[in-house]
Every structure is written in structure tokens, then in C-alpha cells.
């Protein structure tokens, strides 16, 4: 089975833009979650998605969206970059039964 | 306001010891741990569970016991091994059956094993 993968693995925006990412859960997951990686605050939640539907959200402002598309695929937008939004931004699917699996992420900068 | 701890950044141990991760949590309506083993350039990668209705969950070389009164858990790796080095999160939900989606992290502990 093919692992969760992300795209693009690596990014660079100036402040001020936008910025979507990609990622495609493992097959047959329909539960994707995105997290935030950072040295300073580790990972945190930014929101999760279950059948094209947001299930959970973590305390990021409205800059970070999300959506899921019926094939499960799920992409994350950031508008208006800061400087403090560069991270690793890591996706995770899971089927409901034991851990998330995480993909490899995308390195975000913002100059 | 960190609901979930890792007190130590770091944690050096020799080939074939016993390696013990800590964790602590804040939150009694935590029903589910996780920990997580991350390299450098990859994803976290799920190691093992354990439910707060026991108080161990062994998995070959890797054993997590959980002491819900003191809101404290452990992760022990027996014998440790040098492709062991890497950080180490702890991880918690609120529910277990629900949503897995929504995890909460400790800010993760370096393990290095030395040959």
C-alpha cells in the first residue's frame, strides 16, 4: 500500500502570499489531519477532515483553511503569509482503527 | 498551556540498555495515548498505543505503561538499538472510537544510542 504522500515537499513564498498544499492519504483513509511543525510549539493540530467535512479544529486563525475532496485527497491553503507560518506542515490519514500515518511533509519558508 | 509534557529534550543511552521515555498529561478526559518515533526529513511514524482502561501495552521491544492517577506515561525500549536515535512525541486524544484526528503532542525527546 502506498504511503501518504504530500506535495510539493518544499516551498518558498514571500509574506504577504498564499500558499496551497497537497496531500493524499493512504487508500481507503478518509480521515486526514493537518499539523503544524514548528521548533518553538513541536506539532499542532490545525484541523481534520472526514468525508469532505471538517471534524475537528485546532486553534489556528481563519488564515489556515482546509477541504477534502471526495476522492479523500485534502489540500491546505494559507493566505496573507507571515513570517511565522514557516514549518512543516504534516498531513496524516487514518482509518478510525490505531495511529495516524504521517506523510514527509512540506517545508514551508516565508521570506 | 502544554496539556501534554516531555520534560526531557534529550536522553542519551548505551547500546542494548533500557531507554525510558516520560510523558505527562494535563487533561483526565484523555482516553488514548500514542507515541510516535520521527527521523530528520520524515513523517512521524506510529509506534504504539494504549487506551486508559490499561495500564500496559507491550509491542516486541517497545512497552508503554500508563499511570492514570499520576497522569503519567512511559515508553521503555528494551534492548535499545543505534537505528533507535531519533525524537520521540508522545501524543494523546480525548476520545478513543472517535475522531483520531485531532492529536495533541508533547514538543518531543531526542533519543541518541550509542554503540
Known amino acids: 500500500k502506498a504511503g501518504v504522500t504530500q506535495t510539493p515537499r518544499y516551498l518558498i513564498k514571500t509574506r504577504g502570499q498564499q500558499v496551497t498544499l497537497s496531500c493524499s492519504p493512504i487508500?481507503?483513509?478518509?480521515?486526514v489531519s493537518w499539523y503544524q511543525q514548528t521548533p518553538g510549539q513541536g506539532l499542532q493540530f490545525l484541523f481534520e477532515?472526514?468525508?469532505?467535512?471538517?471534524?475537528n479544529k485546532g486553534n489556528f486563525p481563519g488564515r489556515f483553511s482546509g477541504r477534502q475532496f471526495s476522492n479523500s485527497r485534502s489540500e491546505m491553503n494559507v493566505s496573507t503569509l507571515e513570517l511565522g507560518d514557516s514549518a512543516l506542515y504534516l498531513c496524516?490519514?487514518?482509518?478510525?482503527?490505531?495511529?495516524?500515518?504521517f506523510g514527509p511533509g512540506t517545508r514551508l519558508t516565508v521570506t | 498551556d502544554q496539556q501534554v509534557k516531555q520534560n526531557s529534550p534529550s536522553l542519551s543511552v548505551q547500546e542494548g540498555r533500557i531507554s525510558i521515555l516520560n510523558c505527562d498529561y494535563t487533561n483526565s478526559m484523555f482516553d488514548y495515548f500514542l507515541w510516535y518515533k520521527k527521523y530528520p526529513a520524515e513523517g512521524p511514524t506510529f509506534l504504539i498505543s494504549i487506551s486508559s482502561i490499561k495500564d500496559k501495552n507491550e509491542d516486541g521491544r517497545f512497552t508503554v505503561f500508563l499511570n492514570k492517577s499520576a497522569k503519567h506515561l512511559s515508553l521503555h525500549i528494551v534492548p535499545s538499538q543505534p537505528g533507535d536515535s531519533a525524537v520521540y512525541f508522545c501524543?494523546?486524544?480525548?476520545?478513543?472510537?472517535?475522531?483520531?484526528?485531532?492529536?495533541?503532542f508533547g514538543k518531543g525527546t531526542k533519543l541518541s544510542v550509542k554503540p
Open positions: 487508500s481507503g483513509h478518509r480521515s
Open positions: 501524543a494523546a486524544l480525548p476520545g478513543y472510537g472517535g475522531s483520531q484526528g485531532n492529536l495533541i
Open positions: 496524516a490519514s487514518s482509518s478510525g482503527v490505531g495511529g495516524q500515518y
Open positions: 477532515y472526514f468525508s469532505e467535512t471538517q471534524r
